[in-house]
T-cell receptor, first 109, second 113 residues
Framework: DAKTTQPPSMDCAEGRAANLPCNHSTISGNEYVYWYRQIHSQGPQYIIH???NNETNEMASLIITEDRKSSTLILPHATLRDTAVYYC??????????FGTGTSLTVIP | EAGVAQSPRYKIIEKRQSVAFWCNPI?????LYWYQQILGQGPKLLIQ????????DSQLPKDRFSAERLKGVDSTLKIQPAKLEDSAVYLC???????????FGPGTRLTVL
């Protein structure tokens, strides 16, 4: 599976949109992009995934570039409870998840 | 719906001792995973079960780690003997057979002294 590159940390003001970038320049055509997050002292939580189209659910939006070499997770109105480590994972269905070290997002009051 | 249950939540042992962790997945979830998460790192898959069969155990240190899921429901992960570098949080997750969404338990924090 392709590896991903994420900034180690980011800050976001409460109520503003949080935009978390992820580079996956070696992604192949059958690899999906997944996002999970891990709040302190809890297990990771699924957020969203996509292949090439943009996706939206009740938690977030996922924007994948046309060449699929990068993506952005958008939390439209960040709250303090969104403070967590966010993992971007590229994976072929059936293969294991490689979590990496993720982006530590801090939402500031 | 009840989530993934794990016990104990915390365990402190001395090196060379044995330890076992228990996981009860979400009812109906055929796939069960054990992950190891060392402080400051993302979770690393140790073993994946589909019902009571092993799908992937390529990263399980088999000289000291073992896992079983005898009836295709609960699972136990054992370390014997433990080393200092085994200090970590051990996470259990489960998913439906054809789903990409894994549900994680709260984890067991192991400290090896």
């Amino acid at each position: 599976d392709a590896k991903t590159t994420q900034p180690p940390s980011m800050d976001c003001a409460e109520g503003r949109a949080a935009n978390l970038p992820c580079n996956h320049s070696t992604i192949s055509g059958n690899e999906y992009v997944y996002w999970y997050r891990q709040i302190h002292s809890q297990g990771p939580q699924y957020i969203i995934h996509g292949l090439k189209n943009n996706e939206t659910n009740e938690m977030a939006s996922l924007i994948i570039t046309e060449d699929r070499k990068s993506s952005t997770l958008i939390l439209p109105h960040a709250t303090l409870r969104d403070t967590a480590v966010y993992y971007c994972i590229v994976r072929v269905t059936g293969n294991q998840f490689y979590f990496g070290t993720g982006t530590s997002l801090t939402v500031i009051p | 719906e009840a989530g993934v249950a794990q016990s104990p939540r915390y365990k402190i042992i001395e090196k060379r001792q044995s330890v076992a962790f228990w996981c009860n997945p979400i009812s109906g979830h055929a796939t069960l995973y054990w992950y190891q998460q060392i402080l400051g790192q993302g979770p690393k898959l140790l073993i994946q079960f589909q019902n009571n069969g092993v799908v992937d155990d390529s990263q399980l240190p088999k000289d000291r780690f073992s896992a079983e899921r005898l009836k295709g429901v609960d699972s136990t992960l054992k370390i014997q003997p433990a080393k200092l570098e085994d200090s970590a949080v051990y996470l259990c997750a489960s998913s439906l057979e054809d789903s990409n969404e894994q549900f994680f338990g709260p984890g067991t924090r192991l400290t090896v002294l």
